[in-house]
């Protein structure tokens, strides 16, 4: 068996890295293409490095650009790979552009496509991500939910009998990674002379929040007015944004750095005294990890995080210091995002469908 993944941004990176050791373990051919929507070292190569992933198979090098221009770069270039290596599966991961470009592309060669990481919705069809998770899912002949919320939406919008719920592959490498640096301090600890609990930990990269120079504005105002150093994992979008929208990154409370690899992430958020942030995968993390998040959307895919307490929305300055000051949450043995061994139970998935 044969399966083609198809990744280009941050987080797809981290959710490829389980799925190629289970790939591994269960003897599959794993081919593994990185559309070059992320080439930063700090997005990319330092992911492959320091999870054990190994270099891309396939590297189409397609680079920034608008969506109909980065999404359609893809495209052409994918045709000429689904064709060469003519897989069983063709994986695709998340709601980026490079997941909604393989997924067409792989539909229109006749190529089985399976979406991990599927039924995600925001309901917010300003946002790209939904609008690239709607038209993955429904593209898809096999849907791997991640959770049970994720699996009702399916269900909602007909897509039901495609559907099997297997976890959250985030869940797999974050526990691994948790065990790994337990005790290991943050190396930004050292770098700013702080101590544990004694910063929030942020990062603002989505369009809604950086595009308009008023939003980003404010929110820029309500974490420099935080009553701890807040350390922002400035991303290129959003130094790119406040450049030239004349917004400082570095004011008050607030101190902008490059963003940290996978591993000091998930150490600098352990010893923070709350997570500040719009990326899906952090507001995650740090649940799981049992640190306070505040989110700065209207909006969240993983809404477990806020039913149980640990995640709040907010929007301006005076909500993200009202969120980011609330008493603790209450500790809960609730496991909404599956048991850390999501990405055997996708290999195996892959392996039962294609004998179908
Ligand atoms: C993309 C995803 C988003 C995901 C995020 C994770 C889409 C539509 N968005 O957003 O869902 O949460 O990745 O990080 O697919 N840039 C660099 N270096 C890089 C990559 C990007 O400087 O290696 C800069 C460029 O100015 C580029 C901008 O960041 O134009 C935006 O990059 P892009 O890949 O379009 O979207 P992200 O904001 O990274």
């Known amino acids: 068996m ?4 198809v990744v280009g941004a941050r987080p797809q990176f981290v959710k490829l890295a389980p799925i190629h050791k289970a790939a591994l373990a269960a003897g599959v051919e794993h081919v593994i293409v990185h559309t070059g929507q992320h080439y930063d070292p700090m997005l990319s190569d330092v992911f492959f490095e320091d999870l054990g992933i190994g270099a891309p198979d396939v590297h189409l090098g397609v680079g920034s650009g608008s969506h109909g221009v980065q999404t359609g770069a893809m495209l052409a270039a994918l045709d000429a790979v689904f064709d060469e290596h003519r897989p ?6 998340g709601d980026t552009n490079s997941t909604v470009a393989a997924a067409l592309s792989a539909v229109k060669m006749h190529i089985p496509v399976a979406h991990l ?7 917010n069809r300003r946002m790209p991500e939904e609008h690239n998770r709607v ?4 593209a898809s002949d096999l849907l791997l939910a991640p959770t049970q919320v994720a699996v009702d939406h399916l269900a909602t919008e007909g897509l039901a009998a495609r559907t099997v719920l ?4 985030m869940t797999d490498v974050l526990f ?3 065990d790994q640096v337990a005790g290991a301090p943050s190396v930004l600890l050292g770098e700013l002379g702080l101590g544990s609990g004694e910063y929030y930990l942020a990062t603002i990269h989505r369009a809604e929040n950086t595009d308009d120079p008023a939003r980003l504005r404010e929110v820029a105002a309500g974490l420099a007015g935080l009553d701890k150093p807040v350390v922002l994992l400035a991303h290129p979008r959003v130094v790119a944004k406040a450049a030239s929208h004349g917004i400082e990154l570095t004011q008050g409370s607030l101190v902008a750095r490059a963003p940290l690899a996978y591993a000091d992430l998930i150490a600098a958020a352990l010893s923070s005294a709350g997570v500040v942030t719009d990326s899906g995968g952090l507001q995650k993390e740090a649940f799981l990890l049992g640190v306070p ?14 039913q149980l307490g640990w995640n709040v929305l907010a929007n301006s300055a005076e909500e993200i210091a009202a969120a980011v000051t609330r008493p603790h949450p209450n500790e809960t043995d609730a496991a909404p995002y599956g048991d850390g061994h999501a990405a055997e139970r996708v290999i195996q998935e892959l392996i039962r469908a294609a004998g179908d």
């Open 2 to 5: 044969k399966i083609v993944s």
């Open 88 to 93: 069983d599966w063709v994986l695709v991961y």
């Open 117 to 123: 990481e599927a039924g995600l919705r925001s309901f």
């Open 135 to 138: 038209m993955t899912d429904h």
């Open 166 to 169: 297997v976890g959250d592959v």
């Open 176 to 178: 691994e990674v948790r």
């Open 293 to 306: 998040c505040t989110t700065v959307r209207t909006e969240t895919e993983w809404v477990e995080t806020i």
